[in-house]
């Protein structure tokens, strides 16, 4: 992804998201295959690291348009004999609920939802499935239009993540998924913005201290 740098300072987020979505009009044919994988293993050494006497629970998302694939972070979960979840919620002024979906459902890399309807956000989740406790989580994989050095986030302004993230326990890893290009040094933050542990991208993933 060949993208425009990113200003000294954003004016505002509005400004840091005309930003991206200038950076992704410029940069139509972008390997997000590609990007998804090493990025992917970025997450993937980190989880090793710190979850290892243990099996898994992690949530993922299922990607949008633009929006890294977290699914091999999956299907590692599950080869370690853990769980994943989705994020999912009734309206859009619900917060969000994990929910365990079944290992089929990442089977050769691909996202096969069985009997799947759409939820508040247009997610496609199982019809029948089983609500999970935030704080049972071990790692949330998070997506985001960019990310800066501080694990700040820019998201798409309903703040649905942030206020899912604030329930969370701290040692609950939260991880920001993005390519290289949309990592930025600082974007502007507010009090409710929660920040990441580790940013990865194709290049490598950045512990936030």
Excluded at 110 to 134: F, K, M, N, Q
Aim: glycine share 6%; proline share 10%; hydrophobic share 40%.
């Amino acid at each position: 992804m060949d993208a425009e740098s990113p200003p000294d300072r954003f004016e505002s987020k509005t400004a840091a998201r005309a930003w991206v979505r200038a950076v992704l009009r410029q940069s139509p044919q972008v390997d997000y295959a590609s990007i998804s994988r090493d990025s992917s293993h970025n997450v993937i050494d980190l989880l090793g690291k710190r979850v290892h006497d243990h099996p898994p629970r992690v949530m993922i998302y299922s990607p949008f348009r633009h929006e890294i694939d977290p699914i091999m972070v999956g299907s590692y979960a599950i080869s370690k004999a853990g769980e994943v979840c989705l994020g999912t919620a009734r309206d859009r002024s619900s917060p969000l609920c994990p929910i365990l979906i079944d290992p089929a459902a990442l089977r050769d890399g691909r996202w096969t939802i069985p009997d799947p309807v759409e939820d508040a956000w247009g997610t496609l989740i199982p019809r029948s499935h089983t609500p999970v406790d935030p704080a049972t989580l071990d790692a949330v994989v998070v997506p985001g239009m960019a990310f800066d050095r501080q694990g700040g986030r820019l998201g798409r302004g309903a703040g649905v993540y942030d206020r899912f993230l604030a329930r969370l326990p701290e040692r609950t890893l939260r991880s920001g998924l993005i390519p290289s290009a949309l990592r930025v040094e600082r974007l502007p933050t507010e009090p409710h913005d929660i920040p990441m542990h580790a940013v990865a991208t194709e290049r490598g993933v950045l512990e936030i201290a």
